[in-house]
């Protein structure tokens, strides 16, 4: 069996290969550069505390915890005032969850990068080669080849190909898949310093500052990093107004100044050196000592690809999304592509896979996605300009601040930031009898990262076990006072581990003392990828495997029907086969080597797959994106497709969305987010 190919070798290219790696499949990864992660610590990533789950079981957990922090607190300020302040659980041995949330990991993204690489070097089944840049596909009913140009050019022939190249993906212009949207939703003057603030260990987002102005739109963020460095984020005004190095120096220290607090000011003193090494900027304001690190501007686009899926190969990441506005993360998204299709590959590649299967992917990342994106364009007019519109004109029935909606997009939480829940999947199980909600979590929701004992005895996070096969788990109170050897063959345990080997792909049983909601003997079946797929009353060795079958893509799945409809418009993907490896002399029937299409998207970053909060340019750069504000209309983003004569339409920029208008972004059944130049 040919090998998976991974185009781009960014966070989620690299996390990608070593999930496949972890479930046995072979892939190499086509890295169009050196290989070598050059050093900004302006640009960061926050991952959310399932996507560093995913990164940490991948072998990545020192790193985070060494090269990343995670805060005390996140604390909002309007002007002088502390409006919202949500304080995170601390880190505990046993990581017992309690009621305050766990904070986000904060990182460079070149440090994320350098563990994942460092991850995948220790893998077998794992190769990546740089210096290879794609050049040309071609699919057939055993495979997909790949022809790349530079140092390692030749034919690789692979089972499947996940374009994770990046904004400007290469993998994507092939295809032929357009990538619509809008340019420059919003734009920020960055920069990365050491110094120290009044809050330690605490990230601020701070609403139109005093020092800047005051007006509604001014704001600026303020999160920690390991090492006593921050990074700073002050949100532009639209345009494309040039930030100069003077210009940037004068913002930080602004905002420094501003949290600095009062000083008296001395007779005579100006701006210039202090008695203590300090710098006093204007009447009575201290600036304290700081070390300018990185800067740069980093720019939001929001795009989202047509297909996710043309036969045998995929779009995940920055490929396939783009967004970002309002504090929500393109990096979590994207690693939650990786993690959602790397077991049905996983799947397809040992045992042969349906089409609903692998179309369930473009079904429950593209419907993810493009909900976010429907959730930040209705709450960019309120967030941004305020003025011009009504609360219930832009979220009908809601009664949250501003303030609440931006802490939803920064900590992950809300429509804006929450983990997915794949409610309409295609794989879920037939509808069973009428027994009413089992759990708290709904089905196709995440599941709660609970303790639970396994089979040799040791007692460990539900998280940690995600990734290799479905999970089954039985609530069993009072488990943890009796000997393993007692409890594994009393009760329902024989029984239930019977059922659980004869289901029709591989299941790990497990036992928890409780879930949230559950009632004891209840049965939680689990995928791989952490989503709940259904609770039982007790052993259905019958409901089981009807529950297995459609996880796998089987005919009892009841959204066979819409996954179709949903699911990707490409080529039919027939059992793989065919040669492993690569070839020198080029694939059967393989086209003679062509450029790559120039790229004709105006989104920004370079091209590469899965980048981070953001792609800062050099000091005092312009950004590459056009101009369109952020405040605009949630009707600007897009509207459904047969506007104008069936072109593909979209509302016009900067103007209002009428209430209760169908949603602009990507609503069922229509196309998705009007492009300027797509």
Known sequence: MDPVIVVGAGPVGLSLALALARLGVPSVVLDETPGQEETRPARTAVLRPDTAAFVGRLGCADALESAGTRWAAWRIMRRRRLVERVAFAPRTPDDVAGPAPASPVHLPQHALTRALRAALAREKLAEVVTGSRLSDLEQDEHGISAHTRGPNGTWWRGSYL????????????????????????????????????????????????????????????????????????????????????????????????????????????????????????????????????????????????RRWRQGRAFLAGDAAHLLGALGTQGLDEGLRDAENLAWKLGLAWHHGASELLLDSYQAERRGAV???????????????????????????????????????GHLGRGPLGAPPVYARTPLAPPAGPADGPLVETVPGAPVV????????????????????????????????????????????????????????????????ESYPGAAAHTVLLVRPDGHLVTALAGVRPEEMTACAEAVRGGTHGRGAGAARRAGSEGAPVPPAGGPAGRSTSGASGAAPEAGAPEASEASGGPGRGGSGEGTPGSHGATDGGGATGAGGAAGAIGAAEGRDGGAEGGGTEGSAGAAGAPSPVDPVGTSMLHSESD
């Open 162 to 305: 996940i374009g994770c190249d990046g904004p400007r993906s290469t993998v994507r212009k092939l295809l032929d898949i357009r990538f619509p949207g809008r340019t420059a939703v919003e734009r920020h003057a960055v920069a990365a310093l050491r110094c120290e603030l009044p809050w330690p260990g605490e990230a601020l987002l701070h609403r139109s500052p005093p020092r800047q102005g005051g007006g509604p739109g001014s704001e600026v963020s303020a999160r920690p990093l390991a090492d006593g460095v921050w990074r700073l984020d002050w949100l532009l005004p639209p345009g494309r107004e040039l930030v100069t190095p003077d210009a940037l120096v004068a913002r930080i220290r602004d905002s420094l100044a501003g949290w600095s607090g009062e000083a008296p000011a001395e007779p005579g003193t100006g701006p210039g050196p202090d008695g203590d090494g300090n710098r006093r900027h204007g009447p009575g304001r201290l600036v304290p000592p700081y070390e300018l690190l990185d800067t740069g501007v980093h720019t939001v686009h929001h795009r989202l690809a």
């Open 370 to 408: 493009a909900a976010r994106l429907r959730a930040a364009d209705q709450a960019l007019p309120l967030l941004r300009d305020g003025r011009s519109v009504r609360w219930r004109t832009v979220l009908p029935g809601a009664a949250r601040g501003r303030s609440t909606l931006l802490t939803d």
């Open 449 to 512: 990262d609970v303790a639970v004992t396994a089979s040799d005895g040791s007692v460990v996070r539900l998280h940690d076990r995600l990734g290799q096969g479905l999970l089954v788990i039985l609530v069993a109170p009072g488990t943890t006072v009796w000997d393993r050897r007692h409890w594994q063959s009393a009760g329902l345990m024989p029984r239930l581990t019977s059922a659980v080997a004869a289901l029709p792909m591989s299941a790990e049983l497990l036992v928890t």
